[in-house]
């Protein structure tokens, strides 16, 4: 199957800094989507980016399909910003996770 | 959007009982959902696909005799967990595929918000 793996594993930044998490994977795929788990456990969708570019707001992502890898970029980074980051990508059917980026945000 | 939601949020139970967690697509209709379990700090692993009209497809090391999942609607999946043992306290969390964009294995998941199932 699949495998995904995200980088770095923990993230730990100031108010403003910017960042960018990494996930690789080893097939093509159709899907992959990028989200934020927050303190409580609800899972925002931030974009579903099989391939290209897109932005919303401070947050952005790419994907390379070609060459297996999205990159998910936030920028001017707020505490609220905190959680974990998580990356999905799948195939003919099913969702991948991989292990997640924890942010924290320091005020 | 799609919106998927997820009930109870949270369930405290007695060890042997039997719960239930329903998932329900408000705004579209789902043929295929999914249902996923993450325990403390880690990612999120798939147990099951849910398909609307006939029997769910598991995922190896799931017991579904111990998870049964009925979709007998097109906008209504539930996961039952039978005789609960506190092995089985987890957050589990259910997702649908938004049907409105593209089509097939395309379309995004969205996510209800989870229910967090304590076992005493």
């Known amino acids: 199957g699949i495998q995904v793996e995200q980088s770095p594993p923990d993230l730990i930044l100031q108010e403003g800094a910017n960042s960018t998490l990494r996930c690789n994977f080893s097939d093509s795929v159709n899907n992959l989507q990028w989200f934020h788990q927050n303190p409580w456990g609800q899972l925002i969708n931030l974009f579903y980016?099989?391939?290209g570019t897109k932005q919303n707001g401070r947050l952005s992502a790419t994907t390379v399909a070609t060459e297996r890898y999205s990159l998910l970029y936030i920028s001017s980074s707020q505490t609220t910003d905190s959680g974990v980051y998580f990356c999905?990508?799948?195939?003919?059917?099913?969702?991948?996770f991989g292990q997640g980026t924890r942010l924290t945000i320091n005020p | 959007g799609a919106v998927v939601s997820q009930h109870p949020s949270w369930v405290i139970c007695k060890s042997g009982t039997s719960v239930k967690i329903e998932c329900r697509s408000l705004?579209?209709?789902?043929?295929?959902m999914f249902w996923y379990r993450q325990f403390p700090k880690q990612s999120l692993m798939l147990m099951a696909t849910s398909n609307e009209g006939s029997k769910a497809t598991y995922e190896q090391g799931v017991e579904k005799d111990k998870f049964l999942i009925n979709h007998a609607s097109l906008t209504l999946s539930t996961l039952t967990v039978t005789s609960a043992h506190p092995e089985d306290s987890s957050f589990y969390i259910c997702s649908a595929r938004d049907p409105n964009l593209m089509t097939g294995a395309r379309q995004p998941q969205h996510f209800g918000d989870g229910t967090r199932l304590s076992i005493l």
């Open positions: 705004d579209f209709q789902a043929t295929t």
């Open positions: 980016i099989p391939s």
């Open positions: 999905a990508v799948g195939g003919a059917q099913k969702l991948v």
